[in-house]
């Protein structure tokens, strides 16, 4: 079975901050999908950003990246820019025999 | 709007009741899933289906609960004699396949039994 880990129950940022969120993760497949999601207040769940896990280049949307450590199992999320909008509650997820696992989630709230 | 539609938002119910939740997922996807979540924690996963067929279920779901998706399009996740442990948001997701692993999700269907 997979597990997800996600250390930081909340994180806050000022506006214009950059804020990052660690995760890890347990598994002995080698090939694999993980992936951020985005959950507002009271809004349905959305994809960040997603990485392949035999890609070693570190996924990029906009102001989101990843940092993708395979050997050490981490997938950390570098929000920039903070913007007002970036507040909600973050998974990190794995994918693997097409469902998701998910963490805990990081409640993110960003200061104006 | 094309995405993933669940009702109802809310039901509030006595415990011992059944109920029953319904996702319309996105019209061209062919997997569609069920998750639960409480309050302040990740979702967990219930139950996937490809097409009509139910192809996992998680030990989560007890003989209580069902789900249905009779036809490949909508499906039914029907809870009976529920339990005050079973309030949570009711979540559903759908995706195509070959799955880039990305799930479309709906806003959830909220259930407190009282």
């Known amino acids: 079975a997979q597990t997800v880990t996600q250390s930081q129950p909340e994180m806050s940022v000022q506006e214009a901050e950059t804020v990052t969120l660690s995760c890890t993760y347990d598994?002995?497949?080698?090939?694999?999908?993980l992936f951020w999601y985005k959950q507002p207040p009271s809004r349905q769940m959305i994809l960040v950003i997603r990485?392949?896990?035999?890609?070693?280049q570190n996924a990029t949307e906009n102001r989101f990246s990843v940092n993708f450590q395979k050997a050490a199992k981490s997938f950390s999320l570098k929000i920039s820019d903070s913007q007002l909008g970036d507040t909600a509650m973050y998974f990190c997820?794995?994918?693997?025999?097409?469902?998701?696992?998910f963490g805990a989630g990081t409640t993110v709230t960003v200061r104006a | 709007d094309t995405g993933v539609s669940q009702d109802p938002r809310h039901k509030i119910t006595k415990r011992g009741q059944n109920v029953t939740f319904r996702c319309d997922p996105i019209?061209?996807?062919?997997?569609l899933y069920w998750y639960r979540q409480t309050l302040g924690q990740g979702p967990e996963f219930l139950t996937y289906?490809?097409?009509?067929?139910?192809?996992?279920k998680s030990r989560l779901l007890s003989d209580r609960f069902s789900a249905e998706r009779p036809k490949g399009s909508f499906s039914t996740l029907e809870i009976q004699r529920t339990e005050q442990g079973d309030s949570a948001m009711y979540l559903c997701?759908?995706?195509?396949?070959?799955?880039?692993?990305?799930?479309?999700f709906g806003e959830g269907s909220r259930l407190t039994v009282l």
């Open positions: 997701a759908s995706s195509l396949t070959p799955n880039t692993g990305e799930l479309f």
């Open positions: 598994t002995s497949e080698s090939n694999y999908y």
């Open positions: 990485q392949e896990a035999y890609k070693q």
């Open positions: 997820a794995f994918m693997n025999d097409y469902k998701l696992s």
């Open positions: 019209s061209e996807h062919n997997r």
């Open positions: 289906f490809q097409n009509e067929a139910q192809l996992e």
